[in-house]
């Protein structure tokens, strides 16, 4: 790595080792923005120089991102004149010169995203997409990404997908932010962010700590933080759940500060709307109406928002066999009062039922899967032989609330030990409320 020239670089170097986290910016003129900050973007060309592709005699990436002043200029308002800087520039140009990213960067150029398979299989399952013209002109306008996260089939998603392809789509979508964003900055001269809303209206616990998939996000946060520094303006989770607080402090560990800080959880639609950030980013008469907007309606939403596009899978199922039993667990991974939705039924004739909760060690996916030593079970449904539960098909789904005191495991068995010659098929669904 590149060492600093000057004593100033040298502190703010320090100060930024203690603080992985990216500056405010005070204003979104870019010409103001290139004279205040000239000296620290030509000190900045000199420390990275050697490290410029020979490719395109290291002027651009080959098919889209110049390297000139505005390209400096992002990492010059994350990271100063730092080391923290120099490296995430050597990443950059690494990054984008390798095949596989090169690809990605030209599919993005030539408008060819429809065509990859991830695309064709993300819309079965996902709800959301861009919206144009919603972000407010003199504050920068920008890239807005609406996610309907109740109406996303995210299990699904993973499902379909293997973990290259989801982390290939990420980054597919970050670019293409960062082209977007890029092409309005010099166009318009105001610089240009990413807004992400998503609503939360029915999103369950489960979809927000699959594992799969925050994994994959934090990998690709890590990489957005050296190579599209200044992209994210804000990450909106409206309608926020209870729990939400508590699925952020699972991911501190897993992401960057710059990340981190971008992120603001609204428990409703008029408390995002209230915040003095909306009131200057957001045009409300351009919103939709799901999203307290006074612009679209439902039936005037573009398909890949209305959910139209999106396949409805069966519930999860289980079949028992004669004489055996199967069980489904539920994790209550956080501290604190929890219920517990489900909806069962069983396919034909009937099978017996009960369920137990096992009260964990801790908050955490591993941890609420520990039983504390000792500790009693608590039966929630009885499990003697000729007082269990029963379900029958006759009586169509059954639907109902338990409540737990977590963190911990709700075990729900199903029994067709009584049945000697039929194996038995029960569709079930269970979401965690906070």
């Avoid at 600093?4 to 603080?19: G, I, M, N, P, Q």
């Avoid at 096992?358 to 504390?372: A, F, H, I, N, Y």
């Amino acid at each position: 790595m590149a060492s600093l020239t000057s004593a100033s670089a040298s502190k703010d170097a320090v100060d930024r080792e203690k603080d992985d986290g990216e500056r405010v910016v005070s204003s979104v003129d870019i010409e103001e923005l290139l004279a205040t900050n000239r000296g620290k973007i030509d000190e900045l060309r000199l420390l990275v120089k050697d490290f410029l592709p020979v490719e395109h005699n290291g002027e651009w990436d080959g098919h889209f991102c110049k390297y000139d002043d505005i390209f400096y200029l992002r990492y010059v308002l994350s990271f100063g004149v730092t080391d923290r800087a120099v490296e995430a520039l050597q990443f950059t140009f690494k990054f984008r010169a390798e095949p596989e990213n090169q690809e990605v960067i030209r599919v993005v150029a030539n408008n060819e995203i429809e065509e990859q398979s991830w695309a064709t299989e993300s819309k079965k399952w996902q709800v959301g997409g861009p919206l144009e013209e919603c972000l407010d002109e003199e504050s920068g306008s920008g890239f807005l990404l609406v996610i309907r996260g109740g109406m996303c089939d995210q299990n699904s998603l993973m499902e379909n997908l293997t973990r290259d392809q989801f982390t290939t789509m990420s980054l597919y979508h970050r670019e293409m932010a960062f082209q977007y964003c890029d092409k309005q900055t010099r166009a318009t001269g105001r610089l240009s962010k990413q807004v992400m809303i998503f609503d939360m209206e029915g999103s369950k616990l489960a979809d927000m700590t699959d594992r799969r998939m925050s994994a994959a996000h934090a990998e690709m946060s890590k990489i957005s933080a050296k190579v599209y520094p200044q992209l994210q303006d804000k990450m909106c989770l409206v309608r926020a759940p209870s729990w939400m607080g508590w699925v952020m402090t699972l991911f501190k560990p897993l992401m960057p500060k710059s990340a981190l800080e971008k992120i603001e959880l609204f428990t409703s639609l008029e408390a995002m709307w209230n915040s003095e950030w909306a009131k200057r980013r957001l045009k409300r008469h351009m919103f939709p109406v799901f999203l307290g907007g006074t612009g679209m309606s439902e039936a005037e939403l573009p398909d890949y928002l209305n959910g139209k596009l999106r396949v409805h899978t069966p519930m999860p199922q289980i079949t028992i066999n004669r004489r055996s039993k199967k069980f489904v667990s539920v994790d209550v991974p956080f501290s604190g009062p929890a219920e517990i939705e489900y909806v069962m039924s069983v396919v034909s004739k009937t099978i017996k039922y009960s369920a137990m909760f096992t009260k964990g060690q801790g908050e955490g996916l591993d941890s609420c899967r520990l039983p504390v030593e000792g500790s009693s079970k608590n039966v929630l449904m009885p499990n003697a032989i000729e007082s269990k539960e029963i379900l029958r098909a006759e009586d169509g789904p059954l639907r109902g609330t338990v409540k737990v005191e977590g963190p911990g495991v709700l075990r729900i068995t199903f029994d067709n030990g009584s049945s000697m010659l039929n194996s038995k098929t029960v569709k079930y669904s269970f979401d965690v409320h906070g």
